[in-house]
């Protein structure tokens, strides 16, 4: 059996105060630090045989202290990235709505936005798919970590489980540092263990 653990980073103080963050490249911040530190062991308690990790500097500092614990090296795909908001980056949820509230009533809505400059989510849904994948292949029967982002655990998970891209929403989002695991047989296919465990 082929287990895929999907950890989210810590906290960033863009987290905190409602900041898209995109591909913005973010440091966790004291909370965030704390969480990686408390959860870290409880994900090598897990017997990490591959860590994956985003190259953003959230996601890859999360996965350095599990690497610290393991010994493991930590690889970098950025398609582990989250998704990209193009000018919403860096922007308060309320500055979104008030500078686009067409788009941001869509987005709220689950609608496509229509804005070229943000990623669509089949398009992230396809890149996370494929890199989820990727890990697991790697892992080679064993016990893949990939530390990526809120929205990417999402849309991967979903794309690994079969569903359609748009019905990604029906799972909640991972709290920071909470994860989820997917395993893999060859007969039962992709099977969703545990969801959002602190």
């Given amino acids: ?48 045989d591959l860590i994956v990790s985003s190259d953003l500097r959230r996601a890859a500092r999360t996965a350095a202290v599990l690497a610290s614990i393991t010994g493991r090296t930590v690889d970098y795909d950025n398609r582990l990235r989250e998704r990209h908001y193009g000018p919403w980056q860096g922007l308060r949820l309320v500055e979104i709505e008030e500078r686009y509230p067409e788009e941001y009533a869509r987005w709220r809505a689950r609608l496509p936005i229509r804005d070229p400059a943000i990623e669509t989510v089949d398009d992230l849904a396809k890149r996370a798919t494929a890199a989820f994948r990727d890990a697991a292949e790697r892992a080679g029967g064993g ?56």
């Fill in 143 to 198: 016990t893949a970590v990939v530390v990526t982002h809120g929205g990417t655990a999402t849309v991967g998970c979903a794309g690994l489980l079969g569903w359609p891209p748009t019905a990604a929403h029906t799972l909640a989002g991972l709290g920071n540092c909470h994860h989820a695991e997917l395993q893999y047989t060859s007969t039962r296919g992709w099977r969703l263990g545990s969801y959002n465990v602190p």
């Fill in 1 to 48: 059996m082929t287990r895929l653990i999907i950890w989210r980073h810590g906290r960033t103080e863009w987290n905190a105060t409602d900041r898209v963050q995109g591909h913005s490249d973010v440091d966790l911040d004291a909370v965030g630090v704390a969480q990686a530190a408390e959860s870290a062991p409880r994900i090598a308690a897990l017997g990490p």
